[in-house]
Structures are given as structure tokens and as C-alpha cells.
């Protein structure tokens, strides 16, 4: 993590950060709303690389369209969405059980609806 700065994690982003393995899927809304605000900087913490990968497998492996339409499903706010959009694909939506990310998300504008 050379170059970041995390200090805006305070102790208890840290716990929540911990937690964050151990969620309940029958709460999973909730729990994700608690850490909406700072989802992405957790994604960027834990090194996610979904995005790349499903950006890279679509595009080269499984030689998707770039007018296809793609349902990204848990979308929290928008990750992988941008780098979709980045790579030439013009249709992407998508679900989330978090109204908390689902409100980030769209204030990115990466999807129609």
C-alpha cells in the first residue's frame, strides 16, 4: 500500500473492516450500508482485483461485445462498472442489497438506471 494514506480509517473503520468477512447474509443490506462511506477505500485496501480480471476476462477471454448488455449483480458502487465503461463497454447496470452503495453509485453515473 506504498503512496495511500489510511489514516482516515479510524479504529472502529478498522474493526468494521475485520467484521467485514463475517457478514450475515440475511443483513447483508444493512451491514453494507454501515460502511458504504468508506467501501471503496476498503476495496483498495484488501488489493480488490475483480475489476480488472472481469474487465480483462470479458473483454480477451470470453471476447464479450462491447454492446452487450452486462448485469453487474452486487454492484456495490460502482467499481467494476467504471472499468467496464473504461474498456469500451456502453450497457452496463446493476443490483445491490445496499441502498447505502446503491445512492454512491449513482452519484458515479456509470449506470442507466
Same mark, same amino acid.
Given at each position: 500500500?506504498? /503512496? ?5 480509517? %479510524? ?16 443483513? &447483508? ?6 460502511i458504504?462511506? *468508506? ?7 484488501l ?6 480480471? &472481469? %474487465?480483462?476476462? *470479458? ?6 461485445p ?7 449483480? /452486487?454492484?456495490? %458502487? /460502482? ?5 467496464l465503461i473504461?474498456? /469500451? ?6 443490483c445491490?442489497?445496499?441502498?447505502g *452503495?446503491?445512492?454512491i ?9
Amino acid at each position: 500500500m506504498e /503512496g495511500k494514506d489510511y489514516s482516515k480509517l %479510524t479504529k472502529v473503520d478498522h474493526e468494521n473492516l475485520a467484521d467485514f468477512a463475517k457478514m450475515d447474509p440475511s443483513k &447483508i443490506g444493512e451491514q453494507y450500508d454501515a460502511i458504504a462511506h *468508506l467501501y471503496e477505500e476498503y476495496m483498495e485496501f484488501l488489493g480488490y482485483p475483480d475489476p480488472e480480471f &472481469i %474487465t480483462k476476462s *470479458l473483454k480477451e477471454v470470453c471476447k464479450v461485445p462491447l454492446d452487450a448488455k452486462i448485469m453487474d449483480m /452486487g454492484m456495490g %458502487t /460502482g467499481i467494476i462498472a467504471k472499468h467496464l465503461i473504461e474498456a /469500451g463497454y456502453s450497457h452496463v447496470d446493476g443490483c445491490d442489497a445496499s441502498q447505502g *452503495l446503491l445512492d454512491i453509485a449513482k452519484k458515479h453515473g456509470q449506470y442507466k438506471d
